[in-house]
């Protein structure tokens, strides 16, 4: 089977700043990282070839460093990398990015499944993953859980949505994203690690899809989303109050006068 899984490379989200008059993310601010979800992508992407055999490429689009993103995946088991790397791609919103996606996944054809993490901790907004099988005219299930049973022409998972759990047999090609609880990713084996060093990651600009792109629909040109603003909201502000045990009846006035404040119950005692 061959399977390609989209990464992303995000900042370190507990030491990364945000520029709150510009309204953006200070990327400077912090070191970068695969996308946790798509660690759990690639795990899964290995789980299956070492049922039913085959390849897997790593596919990110970023800027030149995101190679590093790659290596990493190497050394986590995939067999190669390609990084869809030009300025024409930059400042894409979650349409462009994933019509470009979409495109250089044709390009990397033939393939049989699409892996992507269920949503990104810098951009949260899962549409990447849904919206690239939309342009590549393929099924998806959204948000898998766990992996029953894989073969060369289909796939049944488990999927979860809001109260649901949904189990869904899947025809291929065909793509899934996947959440955290489908798997524990594991470590860089040493063999892996060595590879990923030496392994030469395939560098696509824009040149490359000069057949099946125009720079109208890629990067911020392509993009009709605005971010208009961002804020960060204030911190919530916890209160603890204190009772000893002699005071049970006063801890019971204060609990119920919060509770009917703050409309939890109707405050009947
Ligand atoms: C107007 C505008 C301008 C922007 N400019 C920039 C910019 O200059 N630089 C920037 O970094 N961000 C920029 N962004 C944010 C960018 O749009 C999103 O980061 C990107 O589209 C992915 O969306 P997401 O992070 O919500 O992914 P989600 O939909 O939450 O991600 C789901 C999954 O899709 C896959 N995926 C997502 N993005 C990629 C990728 N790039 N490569 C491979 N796989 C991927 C991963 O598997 C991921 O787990 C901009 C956004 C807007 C609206």
Redesign the pocket.
Known sequence: MRII??????PEMDRVKFDSEKGV?D?KSAGVEI?P??LN?LETAVQIKEQVGGEIIA?????PR?EKTLREAVARGADRGIL?SDGKF?????????FT?ARAIEKAAPFDLV??????V????????P??AEYLDIPHVAYVTDLEEASDSSLTVTCNIWEGSYRKRMHLPGLI?VTKDINFPRLPELKNKMKSREVEICRWDFSTFSDNLSPEQT??KG?P???KKITIPPPIERKGQVFSPEETDEALAAIEKICREKRVSGGQS
């Open positions: 899984v989209l990464i992303k490379q995000v993310i990327r996308n979800f798509d992508a596919l990110s689009m970023g800027p995101a869809l930059a400042g894409a919103d979650t349409r462009a990015t994933s996606l892996i992507a993490g269920e949503m990104t810098d951009g949260d907004t899962a549409q990447v993953g919206q690239t994203t990067g911020l993009s989303t605005q971010v």
